[in-house]
């Protein structure tokens, strides 16, 4: 499976960011996502959706491999992980996320919570 | 033909005892207004109605087997 | 600790750059839930007495509730409060997008401001850090182009409210702009946030909500969202928004035309929501967390311009097409864009537009007063009026204080034709055959709004003695009957207690009012974020409870309120509607009488529209059934 973004389908609510964070750490709190939603405001007009599409560049990046793939989706090993940040740093999609209360980076764990909620349908999941 | 109505809340709200649902059967085709009147929906109530998820004038014709949506009055933003 | 809220309150002296956090009482929260419900409480508390709403020591509130920012529909509003600069009472103003969940992530359910920064400024709330910046040369430049800017400097995390030049110049209806097109638009909330020199409040939260039972509402949530999306309304409503009701309302002839003058337009088409799908619309723009996104965003082509904005909403469509008979969708969208930059409330520019040209036509507002000549369905003539308004140039010093003001001052008769009730200018629905609605107008404790009361199918199905009488009366373009005047006020005051809870709970009503979203779900909501059980009737107490509150909060702020206050213009009362579907139509003062003698009856309100203490204390609010005698002009039969 791999999630895919419809941008042009966006309105922009943020749902999948709040989603994500409920489901992945169990707080209210978009901070947490591991996607984000760019407005191009006041020209064009219209909202950009970054995701993870699990290239696996982060756990290239990791020096102590904290990141591992598991059925094609990279996860982040908290125990593992150093908190050193390379793996932000080389995330070609911005999606690599650091959060002050969390040890280890967020990451999109492909748990389909946001396609499952996204009332656009501006997410969605395919076959690999 | 079979047409099954739904009628909004906020047309239930104004109009007394009309039930969420009403299924009738029709032999000849007609407008949405005409049917509104048939099961006792004020046309002056509905803000638009729908055929199978289709927005819809009242002046548009039923003529086979659909499902129908009612909208009442609502307040703009 | 509690559940549902961030727990703090952030308060602001600006005078003395002071920043004080304070502990939510739990108190305040039991008995006012949030929202408009803290920003009523906090003016009767805190206001100082006889305040000038433009001076320093206006309080400015911003206020979420326990459903903002949380996993469930439309939880992205936030509302706003200070004394009215429109009217110089209780005042309040509500806001869509993104900025009341972000003042919640921050760590804030309410902001409140007293004083006046010394120069022109940004506030900052970045989590623990609130600063107050220069704003520089963001002074004098638009909403949109400020938000712009910030965007830029600071970063798409931060939700930025801006203010534009009618803001900075005190406009009496300049409103404040959000995510490049959404206000908080009426009561003049924009001239506060001016006279105490901020231009612009810039928040970012990265903190969790603490939540009862984080796994409920995720599940809650999830199902929240099923439900909404299974309504044919998600896909019948959405495309069109709110602009979709415009041919309706023409069609029951309630839609404002040329000032009020009459209440049909045969032009409507031209400016309806299939307009704007046809013309202008390139995206559905939704506030947070949003399933059914209202706001239309576009590119607009006139002759006067290209531009991009968010709009019309029906309201706009109402008040600057209709109203100022402007029958092209991309030029009314024009005049929304102008209003967004310069900061104006749309609704009471499109009617402080259409009586000044109405006095330019009938000789009351003379070319060289105004600076051109101006005249009705002429784009280039509002686009004038708003940028005179905007900078208080020329015709624009006497017309930026409202149409009130500017009646009273420029007499001639011009008072009976300033549609407005209490200072506040008209919002989208003509009334002279809609007796309720004229009621829900007339007793809007923020002046003539439609957001606290909406009543117009029951005076619809009002003006028939049975369904068959009203199926028959009705027709494309014949005559509605006289709507009946009798009966009319416990309808109006059910839906001043309704439509207002949304504003306590911090979140959007249209997924309940345009969807059918039933209403208790939002018991089941609050009880999973909260950890306390409230009924639907509980909630709608404390919505009279501040219906009551903020009554008395005018009563306490305008010298001499009462009845007197209650009253619809001229117009309405003495012109019968010319043409369309309500022609002969009109109401009368003796209605007018009937309409706020049955409305103050089961209010609990004396004869002059006074809450008895009698009925404050059965509110709760003994406190203000204490002092109300000394403030209040009450009176008896």
Same mark, same amino acid.
């Given at each position: ?128 | 033909?079979?047409?099954? #109505? ?16 009403? #299924? ?16 006792? #929906? ?19 014709? #039923? ?15 | ?35 408009r419900?803290?920003v009523a409480k906090t003016l009767f508390d805190e206001l100082p007495p006889d305040v000038d709403p433009l001076g320093?020591d206006n309080i ?21 409060g200070c004394k009215s600069p429109a009217t110089g009472g209780y005042g309040d103003s ?38 107050? %910046? ?38 009496a209806f ?12 009426r009561v003049g909330i924009?001239a506060v ?155 009471s ?52 204080d409202g149409v009130k003001t500017?009646a009273q ?6 008072e009976?034709?300033a549609i407005h009730v209490k200072g506040l200018e008209w ?11 004229m009621l829900a107008y007339m007793t809007s404790d923020v002046g003539a709004h439609?957001a606290r009361a ?35 006020a416990?309808?109006v005051i059910?839906?001043q207690?309704?439509?207002p ?43 009279e409870r501040v219906w009551q509150l903020t009554r008395s909060v005018s009563a306490r702020e305008i010298p001499g309120f009462g009845r007197s206050w209650d009253y619809p213009p001229e117009?309405?009362m ?8 309500? %022609? ?5 003062r003796?209605?007018v009488d009937?309409l706020l003698d049955e409305y103050y009856a089961l209010r609990g309100w004396d004869a002059n529209g006074i809450p008895k203490a009698e009925t404050l204390i059965?509110m709760?609010l003994?406190d203000v059934a204490e002092t109300i005698s000394q403030w209040a002009c009450h009176e008896t039969t």
């Amino acid at each position: 499976m791999r999630l895919i973004a419809k941008s042009e389908r966006c309105s922009g609510c943020g749902a999948c960011r709040l989603v994500c964070g409920l489901t992945n750490y169990g707080e209210v709190n978009p901070a947490m996502a591991a996607l984000s939603i760019h407005g191009r405001f006041p020209a064009p007009g219209v909202y950009e959706i970054s995701l993870c599409d699990q290239c696996g560049a982060c756990a290239e990046a990791c020096p102590v491999d904290a990141i591992e793939a598991q059925n094609g989706v990279y996860l982040v090993n908290a125990d593992v992980c150093i908190s050193c940040g390379e793996c932000i740093e080389a995330c070609p999609h911005g999606v690599m996320f650091d959060h002050a209360r969390l040890d280890a980076p967020i990451k999109c764990t492909l748990c389909q919570a946001c396609a499952e909620i996204c009332p656009r349908d501006a997410l969605v999941l395919e076959e690999a | 033909m079979t047409l099954t #109505i739904q009628v909004a809340h906020s047309i239930r709200s104004v109009v007394n005892d009309l039930p969420k649902t009403i #299924i009738v059967e029709c032999t000849e085709s007609k407008t949405l207004r005409q049917l509104a009147v048939d099961v006792g #929906i004020p046309p002056i109530l509905i803000v638009f109605g729908m055929i199978n998820g289709v927005k819809k004038d009242l002046n548009d014709i #039923i003529a086979a087997n659909a499902e129908v949506h009612f909208f009442g009055t609502m307040s703009g933003g | 600790m509690l559940k549902g809220y961030a727990g703090r309150i952030l308060r602001v002296d600006l005078t003395n750059e002071k920043i004080v956090r304070q502990s939510l009482p739990a108190k305040m929260a039991q008995n006012f839930i949030g929202g408009r419900g803290f920003v009523a409480k906090t003016l009767f508390d805190e206001l100082p007495p006889d305040v000038d709403p433009l001076g320093p020591d206006n309080i400015f509130i911003a206020a979420s509730g326990p459903l903002s920012g949380q996993f469930l529909p439309a939880s992205g509003k936030t509302h706003f409060g200070c004394k009215s600069p429109a009217t110089g009472g209780y005042g309040d103003s509500n806001l869509g997008g993104h900025f009341g969940p972000a003042l919640k992530y921050a760590g804030y359910d309410m902001m409140v401001l007293n004083g006046r920064a010394a120069l022109p400024s940004v506030l900052v709330i970045e989590d623990e850090t609130v600063s107050i %910046r220069p704003a520089r040369n963001l002074w004098g430049m638009g909403s949109l182009s400020s938000e712009t800017r910030l965007k830029e400097e600071m970063g798409e995390d931060f939700q930025i409210l801006t203010i534009g030049p009618a803001g900075e110049n005190r406009v009496a209806f300049a409103c404040i702009t959000h995510d490049f097109g959404r206000q908080a638009g009426r009561v003049g909330i924009g001239a506060v946030m001016g006279s105490k020199n901020i231009k612009a409040i810039a928040v970012k939260g990265t903190g969790s909500i603490p939540v009862n039972d984080p796994k409920a509402l995720l599940e809650e949530g999830k199902r929240a969202y099923r439900n909404v999306r299974a309504k044919p309304g998600f896909t019948g409503w959405t495309p069109e928004g709110t602009a979709g009701i415009t041919d309706w309302v023409a069609r029951v002839g309630a839609l404002p035309t040329r000032n009020f003058q009459t209440s049909y337009w045969d032009q409507h088409a031209k400016i309806n929501g299939a307009a704007i799908l046809r013309e202008l619309k390139i995206t559905d723009k939704g506030c947070y967390c949003c399933p059914t996104p209202c706001g239309k965003y576009g590119r607009a082509k006139t002759g006067l311009g290209h531009v991009y904005v968010e709009g019309p909403e029906f309201e706009t469509i109402s008040l600057l097409g209709s109203n100022c008979l402007i029958d092209d969708i991309s030029e009314v969208a024009y005049a929304n864009y102008v209003c967004d930059e310069l900061g104006l409330d749309t609704i009471s520019a499109g009617v402080v537009c259409s009586w000044a040209i109405e006095c330019f036509e009938k000789g009351l507002l003379s070319r060289e007063a105004i600076g051109k000549d101006v005249q009705f369905g002429d784009l280039e003539s509002v686009v004038h009026l708003l940028e005179c308004i905007a900078r208080r140039e020329g015709v624009g010093e006497l017309l930026a204080d409202g149409v009130k003001t500017a009646a009273q001052k420029l007499g001639h008769g011009s008072e009976a034709f300033a549609i407005h009730v209490k200072g506040l200018e008209w919002s989208g629905y003509e009334c002279r055959n809609a007796p309720g609605m004229m009621l829900a107008y007339m007793t809007s404790d923020v002046g003539a709004h439609h957001a606290r009361a909406w009543v117009l199918g029951h005076d619809l199905a009002g003006s028939s003695a049975s369904v068959h009488d009203l199926i028959v009366s009705e027709g494309t373009g014949e005559h509605l009957p006289k709507s009946k005047v009798t009966g009319r006020a416990a309808k109006v005051i059910e839906s001043q207690h309704l439509r207002p809870l949304f504003d306590l709970l911090g979140i959007c009503r249209l997924q309940f009012m345009e969807l059918g979203f039933e209403v208790e779900n939002y018991e089941r909501l609050y009880e999973v974020v909260t950890g306390k059980r409230m009924t639907l009737e509980q909630m709608l107490s404390v919505s009279e409870r501040v219906w009551q509150l903020t009554r008395s909060v005018s009563a306490r702020e305008i010298p001499g309120f009462g009845r007197s206050w209650d009253y619809p213009p001229e117009r309405l009362m003495n012109d019968p509607v010319p043409d369309g579907p309500n %022609r002969g139509h009109c109401i009368s003062r003796r209605e007018v009488d009937i309409l706020l003698d049955e409305y103050y009856a089961l209010r609990g309100w004396d004869a002059n529209g006074i809450p008895k203490a009698e009925t404050l204390i059965s509110m709760g609010l003994a406190d203000v059934a204490e002092t109300i005698s000394q403030w209040a002009c009450h009176e008896t039969t």
